[in-house]
């Protein structure tokens, strides 16, 4: 996965973010998540208690497309948010192990768009926006 090295640095720092999935109706469903960044991969790979019976999880099953949140509050006093969005296509695994062996479920998001902000760049600013290119 291409990261900046601030980008990285700030993915492997972060315990939470926010997965958004598409519910059967369409509606986008968005929920909180733990997640790891798996270098070797280049993914994101969601993991959580009873994942595999949640409707994210099936959600996936379905339909692929995802995208991930991850973001906070560098400061307040100035205001400085910060943030990363990773779309892409994700895949679920079923445990009771998971595909490399770990345990239970997961979900693996392999990265197509990235999109940071206040990271590399001033907070205000556009967000830093990239194509991912697979090796």
């Known amino acids: 996965m291409q990261l900046s090295d601030n ?3 700030y993915l492997i720092t972060q315990p939470l973010g926010r997965l958004a999935t598409l519910a059967p109706s369409g509606a986008p469903q968005v929920r909180p998540v ?6 070797a991969l ?19 099953q379905r339909d692929g497309r995802a995208s991930l949140v991850v973001d906070d509050l560098e ?34 998001i392999h990265p197509e768009r990235v999109l ?14 990239r194509q991912v290119h697979r090796s």
């Open 34 to 39: 733990g997640f790891t960044l798996n270098e």
């Open 7 to 9: 980008e990285r640095t």
């Open 42 to 60: 280049g993914t994101i790979d969601i993991v959580g208690h009873n994942l595999a019976a949640s409707q994210k999880f099936r959600n996936i």
């Open 75 to 108: 400061s307040t006093d100035p205001w400085k948010p910060r943030g990363i969005e990773i779309r892409g296509h994700a895949e679920a695994h079923e445990g009771p192990d998971g595909p490399d062996g770990g345990p239970g479920a997961l979900i693996r």
């Open 116 to 129: 940071s902000w206040g990271i590399d760049s001033d907070a205000f600013a556009a967000p830093l926006a």
